[in-house]
């Protein structure tokens, strides 16, 4: 069973920086894409970043380009969100997620979940 932990959340002033970190067990194949989501309040989950299991390209969001960074270490089964400049809008559960899914692009549907992170942005 697929099991995802995150950490690495917390306060924040704004233009602050933070990592997250979301260690990943129990994977059964070789083949798995991998992101970074977030739910604010009152608001839709939303992905932030992935990574495509075919050749490690990376997406991100329109609002977090420039600003947040996804990276992988997999002899540590870890993926990293770093994010930076962040501002008021970031405040949200981030949640990471996995999908057995083996492509150049990421997958729309995420089967396995961690248990999501807060980040909080505030003066």
């Known amino acids: 069973q697929v099991q995802l932990v995150e950490s690495g959340g917390g306060l924040v002033q704004p233009g602050g920086s933070l990592r997250l970190s979301c260690v990943g067990s129990?994977?059964?194949?070789?083949?798995?894409?991998l992101a970074w989501f977030r739910q604010a309040p009152g608001k839709e989950r939303e992905r932030v970043a992935c990574?495509?299991?075919?050749?490690?390209?990376?997406f991100y969001a329109d609002f977090v380009k420039g600003r947040f960074t996804m990276s992988s270490d997999n002899a540590k089964n870890t993926v990293y969100l770093e994010m930076t400049n962040l501002n008021a809008d970031d405040t949200a559960v981030y949640y990471c997620?996995?999908?057995?899914?083996?492509?150049?692009?990421?997958?729309?549907?995420?089967?396995?979940w961690g248990q999501g992170t807060q980040v909080t942005v505030s003066s």
């Open positions: 997620a996995a999908q057995s899914f083996y492509s150049i692009l990421c997958p729309r549907d995420y089967g396995h």
């Open positions: 129990g994977f059964t194949s070789e083949h798995y894409a």
């Open positions: 990574i495509a299991s075919s050749d490690g390209r990376r």
